[in-house]
């Protein structure tokens, strides 16, 4: 039988290193896309050991690159995940997150326009682009329990993009939508909302808490004795043993915990992508889950987890951390998703924190063991 092939953008990436194994797993050969980097990136994908994925240097922003790469392959499907993917990178970098994540848009489109109009082409849209509109049901208010978190986003929430990588995904988004009306390119955009792994980037927020947390808690152990003996005080910056100012161990520093979002796991949305490419039509989606919780709910489930009731004492809000502009509230229905592509999710809330903390919590261990090896 002859192999599906897809070409993948950032396989390097959280989703990427997901999506790779998803392919590989339908019997698909993947050609991996990454750019050239002077050290190595591909931890996330180490573990891969197939003869048909292959891993080829391209650069995202140089036509020229991605056009010979799809004139080469002429694959069935391209997924594009590359991206400056950081929200407060993108208000220091607007004119780089640009260039990656527009006009590299641009440069496969044209590509697959001009070489290989039979591919299919997913694009990572993202629910940053509804920045600060919500739609609100017609009876809210009725019963106004604050708590409820009515408000959602979906395919016909209007975009109000808040930062410049919003802007610039949403520069795509459109494009796609123009080379399917204009060209007939067989382009899908999967408007997913926030989702988190063991494999997350560590200045996300739900990996920087649990990789914290991993620390925190490693250290604790470390020095049990000491603690059970003289209690832990904390300052502005820091949380130390009373009897000894020495051991002092950094506070978990983070900016506003008090926005909302729709956090799902990433191995439950690629299948998303997959599912979009393989419909008679294409067409855009929300992927989500439904419900909403604030950064707070996170630490609190997180701290939770390894026996503290109270985070607040041991995190220090950073101005740092704050952006120019906020999105305060996320929360996305995937109706459209559930019932068009037979998508759902599999991992919760709960489980998501819990798996994200307990793999940090594995690292650290491991991490420790190493060194006291080294060391005897
Ligand atoms: P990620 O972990 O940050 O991965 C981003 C990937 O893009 C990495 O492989 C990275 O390569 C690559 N990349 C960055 N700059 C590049 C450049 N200049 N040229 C070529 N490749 C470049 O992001 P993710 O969470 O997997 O997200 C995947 C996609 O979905 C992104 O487009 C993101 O914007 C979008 N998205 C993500 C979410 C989410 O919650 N995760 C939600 C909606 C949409 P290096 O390893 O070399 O840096
Ligand atoms: O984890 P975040 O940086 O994710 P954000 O901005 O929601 O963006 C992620 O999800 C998008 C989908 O909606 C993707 F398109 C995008 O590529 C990325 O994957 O921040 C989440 C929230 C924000 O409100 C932020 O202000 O957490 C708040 N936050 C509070 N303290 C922090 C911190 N965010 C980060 N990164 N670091 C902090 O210390």
Known sequence: MIKKKALVTGITGQDGSYLVELLLSKNYEVVGLKR??????????????????????????????????????????????????????????????????????????????????????????????????????????????????????????????????????????HLVRMYRDGYKVFGCCGILFNHESERRGENFVTRKITKWLARYSTWLSKHHVLIEGSGLVSDNDDIWVASD????????????????????????????????????????????????????????????????????????????????AEVEYLRGIPAKAEQALGWSREIGFKDLVHQMLESDIANEKKEEAKEVWVAT
């Open 36 to 173: 050239r980097t002077s050290t190595n990136t591909e931890c996330r994908i180490d573990h891969i050991d197939s003869s048909d994925f292959h891993i080829e240097e391209y650069e995202i922003s140089d036509s020229g690159s991605v056009y010979s790469v799809v004139e080469k392959h002429k694959p069935d499907e391209v997924y594009n995940l590359a991206a400056q993917s950081h929200v407060q990178t993108s208000f220091d970098q607007p004119d780089y997150t640009f260039q990656v994540n527009t006009i590299g848009v641009v440069n496969f489109l044209e590509a697959i326009r001009r070489f290989s109009p039979q591919t299919k082409f997913y694009q990572a849209s993202t629910s940053e682009m509804f920045g600060k509109n919500v739609d609100t049901p017609v009876n809210f208010g009725v019963t106004t329990d604050e708590t409820d978190h009515e408000s959602y986003q979906d395919e016909n929430t209007a975009f109000e993009p808040q930062s410049p990588y919003a802007a610039a995904k949403l520069a795509s988004h």
């Open 245 to 324: 100012q020495e051991l002092r161990f950094p506070k978990l520093r983070l900016g506003n915990i008090d926005a909302y979002r729709d956090w799902g796991h990433a191995k439950d949305y690629v299948n998303a992508m997959w599912l979009m490419l393989q419909q008679e039509m294409p067409d855009d989606y929300v992927v989500a889950t439904g419900e909403t919780y604030s950064v707070r709910d996170f630490l609190q489930i997180a701290f939770e987890h390894i026996g503290v009731e109270d985070y607040e004492s041991f995190i220090a809000i950073d101005p740092k951390f704050y952006r120019p």
